[in-house]
């Protein structure tokens, strides 16, 4: 296993149009996380899941944004009605059951609403 | 809540240089606490980690060791390269994995 694995890596889109993007966690790792991450600034931490459940949501996550992990593998976060704000670097991790303390980040999806 | 501060960079160093950055935290209970490097364009990479107090992580020539009486984990190399040029973040949570809160990231440049 390579590791946790995000796509795509870039994004570009118009203002309006909605977006989502895809984390593969590290095989048999059971939390997922989803951060945003804006330019100078480091991750800001957005949901998270265990397993299928979604168990925290930040107070950043306004309601165009949904997240889900339908199988309790790979997750799904969209956008609807990208906002300018809205561009930024999502990031995936996901977490051992063993080592829990641990995250594992994958590359990231850079968002550019235009 | 919990909280990490890191010194502002970006910090230029020439190369085999000595290397700090520092990094405190404010924190309820006892964290783990990590660094991370995100190289240009990418994620970020686990670099380093200490669960307890007194514990030092070390990594790739880096070193940092859990201060709880001065809530520290100051960054070390003893000798940069150009290939450490990246942003470290140093980061904190708590035992269960849960609110994983990051500083604001510092800027190495390592000239040749």
């Known amino acids: 296993d390579t590791g946790v694995s995000q796509d795509p890596r870039h994004k570009i889109t118009k203002r309006g149009q909605n977006v989502t993007f895809r984390c593969d966690p590290i095989?048999?790792?059971?939390?997922l996380y989803w951060y945003r991450q804006t330019l100078g600034q480091g991750p800001e931490f957005l949901t998270y899941?265990?397993?299928?459940?979604?168990?925290?949501k930040s107070r950043l996550l306004s309601d165009r944004f949904s997240a889900e992990r339908p199988k309790g593998s790979f997750s799904t976060l969209e956008i609807q009605r990208t906002e300018q704000g809205d561009s930024a670097m999502y990031l995936c991790?996901?977490?051992?059951?063993?080592?829990?303390?641990?995250?594992?980040f994958g590359p990231g999806t850079r968002l550019l609403v235009l | 809540g919990n909280s990490v501060t890191q010194m502002e960079g970006p910090v230029t160093l020439s190369e085999e240089a000595f290397l700090t950055i520092n990094c405190t935290y404010t924190?309820?209970?006892?964290?783990?606490l990590f660094w991370y490097v995100q190289y240009p364009g990418e994620g970020l990479q686990l670099l380093l980690k200490?669960?307890?107090?007194?514990d030092k992580g070390s990594n790739k020539g880096f070193e940092a060791t859990y201060r709880k009486e001065t809530t520290s984990f100051h960054l070390e190399k003893g000798s940069v390269q150009v290939s450490d040029s990246a942003v470290y973040f140093c980061?904190?949570?708590?035992?269960?994995?849960?609110?994983?809160?990051f500083g604001p990231g510092t800027r190495l440049s390592v000239l040749p």
């Open positions: 991790a996901s977490r051992p059951r063993v080592s829990p303390e641990t995250q594992y």
């Open positions: 095989s048999e790792h059971n939390r």
């Open positions: 899941f265990q397993n299928e459940a979604q168990l925290e």
């Open positions: 924190a309820t209970g006892y964290p783990s």
């Open positions: 200490a669960t307890k107090a007194d």
């Open positions: 980061a904190l949570s708590d035992l269960d994995g849960q609110n994983f809160v």
